[in-house]
């Protein structure tokens, strides 16, 4: 879809108005400018999704330009310059976002998610639980999930697991949380219970990456599943040959 007409049309709407009193100029108005700083704002979401982060900035500047500490422009701008790895700047509107709307479980999860991508790993984890504490949150199993690849960062592993673990008591369709305790279990030589999540995983992920290939050639192994093994080794080589875990795989052969 091309939002240059819807660009346009806004552009139209807001410069010309009227109402039943007679001609008013909206953009005078608080209720006319708090409607064309929404709808600026959402024209530039809209753009952020087609992947068009240069033409967002247009509408979320003039989103700003209206209302200067707008927490929902701030934070699709925040969302622009993480994209275009701009981290000081992406920092700075989540920043000023979370100023307006402190508490809120999104915003805080996707700062989070900034945090934990620029490897900011205990700045992240603090904002997760910020974001954890809201039990209406609807991406509250997702939060928790992403507790939990956190502290499997700052090496804490028995606390990766228990959150694991709450974000499949609320979801237990978690792709990436199934694969984790599997992986978690695995190691704990635990192997009836990583069978149960790596087969919950298997049943829900689209792709497999050489990581998960080679925990299920090991645990197909284990029970005995010869041609179930060979043919996860046969996916990893095709699929995954020049990686560590292939050469794992080779090894341990």
Excluded: W
Excluded at 60 to 72: N, Q, R
Excluded at 218 to 247: V, W
């Amino acid at each position: 879809m091309n939002l240059r007409p819807a660009l346009l049309l806004l552009a139209a709407s807001l410069l010309t108005g009227c109402v039943t009193t007679g001609s008013v100029d909206p953009m005078k108005t608080d209720k006319g400018r708090d409607e064309a700083r929404d709808a600026y704002t959402q024209l530039g979401i809209g753009y952020i999704r087609q992947g068009a982060t240069e033409r967002a900035k247009v509408p979320l500047k003039k989103a700003l330009e209206l209302d200067p500490s707008d927490p929902d422009a701030h934070a699709a701008l925040a969302l622009v310059f993480q994209i275009e790895m701009e981290p000081a700047l992406a920092d700075e509107h989540y920043r000023k976002a979370l100023a307006q709307r402190a508490g809120d479980p999104r915003l805080l999860n996707n700062y989070g998610s900034f945090l934990y991508e620029q490897q900011r790993y205990q700045e992240a984890l603090e904002r997760y639980i910020e974001a954890s504490q809201d039990t209406l949150y609807p991406e509250r199993s997702r939060v928790f999930e992403n507790l939990g690849l956190t502290s499997l960062q700052l090496k804490q592993r028995e606390k990766a697991k228990a959150y694991f673990q709450r974000s499949l008591r609320l979801n237990s369709r978690q792709p990436r949380a199934l694969m984790e305790m599997a992986q978690l279990s695995y190691e704990d030589k635990q192997y009836v219970p990583a069978r149960g999540y790596f087969e919950s995983y298997m049943a829900l992920a689209v792709e497999h990456d050489a990581r998960s290939l080679l925990l299920g050639v090991r645990l197909a192994k284990i029970f005995e599943g010869r041609d179930n093994a060979a043919s996860l080794g046969l996916q990893l080589k095709r699929l995954y040959p020049g990686t560590p875990e292939y050469q794992q795989y080779l090894s341990e052969q």
